[in-house]
Nanobody
Framework: QVQLVESGGGLVQPGGSLRLSCEDS????????IGWFRQAPGKEREGVSC????????YYAETVKGRFTISKHNAKNTVYLQMNSLKPEDAAVYYC??????????????????WGKGTLVTVSS
């Protein structure tokens, strides 16, 4: 049973950086594509990024392209989301999710079957 746990959220000033982590406390992330999503109060969930099961392909929303980097550390069974140049509009609860098949670039949420409970990112001075 996949049990995703996010960590690394917190308060950061605009322009700052955070690194989020997604781990599977129930086993391994091998074979799964992992996506990051976010939801701000009053807004719809947004797909932020996805990394393929092999780690060879990555996808980003236009709103974060060039600022966020997704990566997979197989030995640590962890997927990271490095977030740089953070803006107030990046503030949200960030969730990771796992898909049995690879990322769906047109809709990152497509195929995601396991979801974590989220970690809060606040961007404020």
């Amino acid at each position: 049973q996949v049990q995703l746990v996010e960590s690394g959220g917190g308060l950061v000033q605009p322009g700052g950086s955070l690194r989020l982590s997604c781990e599977d406390s129930g086993g391994t992330l091998d074979g799964y594509a992992i996506g990051w999503f976010r939801q701000a109060p009053g807004k719809e969930r947004e797909g932020v990024s996805c990394i393929s099961s092999s780690g060879g392909s990555t996808y980003y929303a236009e709103t974060v392209k060039g600022r966020f980097t997704i990566s997979k550390h197989n030995a640590k069974n962890t997927v990271y989301l490095q977030m740089n140049s953070l803006k107030p509009e990046d503030a949200a609860v960030y969730y990771c999710a796992a898909a049995l098949y690879d990322c769906s670039p047109k809709d990152l949420a497509d195929g995601m079957v396991y979801w974590g409970k989220g970690t809060l990112v606040t961007v404020s001075s």
